[in-house]
């Protein structure tokens, strides 16, 4: 899959496959396999299982300053429901959870930061 999105938005994930997720910032470029991602910029993620995630599993990229407005959650090939602990602990934060497929969540990254929004992403490879 291939998605376009207006530059100067910060990183764009520009394209997906089995392989990763390809994102680009001004003139770097990068494949991950899974990834966190922020206005700020994008990290290689090693996720646990959706089950077992919780908030030190993403990192630094919950630490944005302003605080995200929420972390979309891509999941993988499929829609998975990360555990109630772990909504309500981000929650706790101030930071909703929008879970859906890493396809879905790829795309709505970049209308969401075409929009300006303030968002964080954590993908799940597919």
Same mark, same amino acid.
Request: glycine share 12%; no cysteine; net charge positive.
């Given at each position: 899959?291939?998605?376009?999105?207006?530059?100067?938005?910060?990183?764009?994930?520009?394209?997906?496959?089995?392989?990763?997720?390809?994102?680009?910032?001004?003139?770097?470029?990068?494949?991950?396999?899974?990834?966190?991602?922020?206005p700020e910029g994008s990290t290689e993620w090693t996720p646990p299982p959706i089950e077992a995630l919780d908030p030190a599993a993403l990192g630094a990229v919950l630490?944005?300053?302003?605080?995200?407005?929420? !972390?979309?959650?891509?999941?993988?090939?499929?829609?998975?429901?990360? *555990?109630? &602990?772990?909504? =309500? $602990? !981000?929650?706790?934060?101030?930071?909703?959870?929008?879970?859906?497929? *890493?396809? &879905?969540?790829? =795309? $709505?990254?970049?209308?969401?930061?075409?929009?300006?929004?303030?968002?964080?992403?954590?993908?799940?490879?597919?």
């Open positions: 899959m291939r998605i376009d999105a207006e530059r100067g938005t910060g990183p764009i994930i520009t394209g997906l496959s089995a392989s990763g997720f390809k994102v680009e910032a001004g003139s770097f470029k990068g494949v991950y396999r899974a990834l966190t991602i922020s630490d944005t300053d302003p605080a995200p407005e929420f !972390l979309l959650l891509g999941t993988g090939a499929t829609l998975q429901r990360p *555990s109630p &602990a772990f909504i =309500r $602990a !981000l929650e706790a934060r101030g930071i909703g959870v929008e879970a859906m497929d *890493s396809r &879905a969540a790829a =795309r $709505a990254w970049a209308v969401l930061r075409g929009e300006g929004r303030w968002v964080i992403g954590a993908f799940y490879p597919l």
